[in-house]
């Protein structure tokens, strides 16, 4: 399966969904699952892309590991959103270091987020909080073993928020460095896993700020400064 999460970590997420749904406190609607290229799978080395989260949907029944599966892979293999600012930004990252389009090397990138139960209405910032704070345990663990796959890869994080995730998977903030730089991007590279963590704004507001190219100028750099060429 073109993915680095297993039917276990789902089974967490699925539990935290219909704990959700039968409380009836807050409501959540589908449970997101990363997608990674056949390359990407081989060998461990190429980008991983993480979003906050994909948008609210209405709820339905409860969902399963391959739908979901499938649904995040029909969206790569035929993106439909592909003009927006967060798919130009891996469009740009994967012309620099992968040397061609993102369409054309999907067999090297994946795409994961850090909130995976999504909420009912609208984008993460109008979620409930309770909604983060219920599912950002088993989160911790799906981005930790979705990342414990990789080697030499560069890790691009697209949220200033880390809702308490981030720091917890990979390293606490103090490690990461914050370098002042156009783009405002934080960066830790491990050298056990030869994995460089990027951390930036999400590319949408890059756009509203006017400073998109300089993030991409940024992230390119620290690629090529602290990882083996691709």
Same mark, same amino acid.
């Given at each position: ?69 499938? =649904? ?6 035929? %993106?439909?959103? +592909? /003009? #927006? ?97 156009? =783009? ?6 491990? %050298?056990?896993? +030869? /994995? #460089? ?34």
């Amino acid at each position: 399966m073109p993915t680095f999460m297993t039917h276990p970590t789902f089974a967490i997420l699925t539990d935290v969904r219909r704990q959700l749904v039968a409380e009836g406190d807050v409501a959540a609607s589908y449970i997101f699952v990363p997608w990674a290229g056949e390359q990407l799978m081989a060998t461990e080395r190429g980008i991983y892309y993480v979003g906050i989260a994909t948008n609210a949907e209405d709820a339905g029944g409860e969902p399963s590991f391959e739908a979901g599966l499938r =649904s995040t892979e029909n969206f790569c293999r035929h %993106p439909t959103l +592909g /003009n #927006t600012p967060f798919w130009r930004f891996l469009d740009r990252l994967s012309r620099a270091i992968l040397n061609d389009t993102y369409s054309r090397t999907q067999q090297r990138w994946g795409w994961s987020n850090l909130l995976k139960v999504a909420g009912t209405f609208g984008p993460p910032d109008h979620w409930p909080v309770a909604l983060i704070d219920r599912q950002r345990a088993a989160c911790i663990v799906a981005l930790q073993e979705e990342i414990a796959r990789l080697r030499d890869s560069l890790i691009v994080i697209t949220s200033r928020n880390e809702y308490g995730i981030l720091y917890d998977t990979v390293a606490e903030e103090a490690r990461w460095d914050k370098k002042p730089r156009k =783009s405002k991007t934080h960066v830790l590279h491990d %050298p056990v896993t +030869g /994995n #460089t963590f990027v951390r930036c704004y999400h590319p949408n507001y890059m756009v509203q700020k006017a400073f998109f190219e300089a993030a991409v100028t940024d992230v390119v750099q620290l690629a090529r400064e602290t990882l083996p060429p691709f």
